[in-house]
């Protein structure tokens, strides 16, 4: 996809009014979204990078959230060769809830059944059924895993 084209999406995808089509166009960038994902309007998914980013099944992304996959420094450090971090991918794995305004940084994943608090920023991996909250985010309690539905007889 055209670099233009590819920016255009991404603009619709900030604004759209409705949850399934704003999914619908970052699949169509790149982001690969399973099934029953709802991204929240404002939320930003790295532009140049977002087939690196990949949201699993029954994930919910609050609205103005950023998820970055690299982190560019300034011409000055690209010169001087200070700062270079390559890209590295986001994982959100099924269940993951990411509140509003958090910011997840290149190369974490967010833990099957996990809640990130609003506002935090994620540097490092969140585990499953946790809960993680703050700047740095930090996991502040662990949730029950889930009962297996028993078959009935």
Wanted: aromatic residues 8%; hydrophobic residues 40%.
């Amino acid at each position: 996809m055209g670099r233009f084209i590819g920016r255009i999406l991404r603009m619709l995808a900030w604004i759209a009014p409705v949850y399934q089509f704003r999914t619908s166009v970052w699949r169509k960038c790149g982001v690969k979204i399973g099934k029953r994902v709802y991204i929240g309007n404002l939320t930003f998914i790295d532009g140049q990078y977002p087939h690196l980013v990949t949201m699993e099944d029954d994930v919910s992304v609050g609205p103005s959230v950023l998820i970055l996959a690299h982190s560019g420094g300034s011409p000055y450090h690209h010169q001087t060769k200070i700062f270079n971090q390559p890209p590295k991918p986001v994982l959100l794995k099924r269940g993951a809830w990411i509140g509003s305004g958090a910011i997840l940084l290149p190369g974490v994943t967010i833990g099957e059944g996990s809640i990130v608090a609003a506002g935090s920023v994620v540097s490092k991996n969140v585990p499953d059924f946790s809960i993680a909250a703050g700047n740095p985010a930090r996991v502040v309690s662990k949730l029950p895993k889930p009962r297996k539905a028993k078959k009935s007889e």
